[in-house]
């Protein structure tokens, strides 16, 4: 519990936002187990926007990590996050495993660190 | 009431949600490692797990956290990640419309991509099943594991030299659920157009280079869709 506190105090900016995602985070799942007979499942305007927001926000997430732009191409390419990514994405196309994926791109991006661009 | 029945449905969803765990376990440690990068510590670390249990989310939040971006982008952008969920509840809750609304509350909490998953096709194919309790088996489960895995991470990552560079682990963890979700064209222009519009406004102010990245993906898939039809 102290330790609680004392985060509480050093970081009540982090505190405010697992709050307020966490509520709204729980109002999304509740939604419609609690609405259900009262509302009738997703209205299709609603439904098709959804669709895309897995691969829209994931990629969004992703390629910032791997990819900054620099003024050459050869500098933006040659860059061992983004070659890491591209390892661990072929992984996650053929393999579609979480753990496969991971341990590739963490083996690829430590083999051009430590002894590639060494 | 089923006495024996209760356990059987239980553990059958302890068991076939069990596989997931080795996706599920480094996702978990990596979310630790996250907030420790983040500057913030293990009260943290839990605090969001249990109240926040969404990955994603999670992942995403501390990454802007840690680049001190404003509390409404830090927000905003969790909760445009989490909306898919509401297609999940709306796909779940005619399962559930049989239970009191204390019961749905609890099993709401625990709603995640991969319970319901496991449920709704478990639900199809085997309709003697006590929804609830297989449903709670699985989704229980990955709770666990969540917190244990969140747990263990936070130690890791204060343990581990930071060349090492543990946090490039969270692109990847997103790298592994993002292929499958490109499953067709729409799809994935969705994916290729958020991905390179956050690239480019990378360094826009606020740190809002993801939420425009994904709106602008979620409209180009959209737009795909409309022009196909």
Known sequence: MTGALAGLVASPRAW?????IGVVTYGIRLS???LFGRIDGV???????????PPAVLAALVLPDLVTLRPSVAATLLDERLIAGAVAGAVAWRTENVFATIATGMVTLWLFRFVVFA | MRGPALDEDLLAGVRDVSPL?????PFALVAGIATVDAGLGLAEAVGMSVIVFAGASQLAALELLGENAPLAVVVGTAVVINLRMLMYSASIAPHFADYGRRL??????????QAYALSVAEFDENPDRSRWRYYLGAAASL???????TVAGV?????????WGLTFAVPLVFLALLVPAMKDRPTTVAGVAGGAVAVVAAGLPLNLGLLVGALCGIAAGLVTEVRAS
Do not use: C, E, K, S
């Not at chain 2, 709770?143 to 895995?149: C, M």
């Not at chain 2, 130690?155 to 060349?163: F, H, I, S, Y």
């Open chain 2, 21 to 25: 765990m080795l996706g599920v376990a």
């Open chain 1, 16 to 20: 405010v936002a697992i709050v307020i």
């Open chain 2, 143 to 149: 709770w666990v594991v969540w917190q244990i895995g």
């Open chain 1, 43 to 53: 209205p299709t305007r609603v439904q098709r926007p959804l669709r895309y927001v």
């Open chain 2, 155 to 163: 130690v890791l990552g204060a343990g581990v030299p930071d060349a």
């Open chain 2, 104 to 113: 749905r509350a609890g099993l709401a909490y625990l709603l995640t991509d």
């Open chain 1, 32 to 34: 419609f187990i609690h």
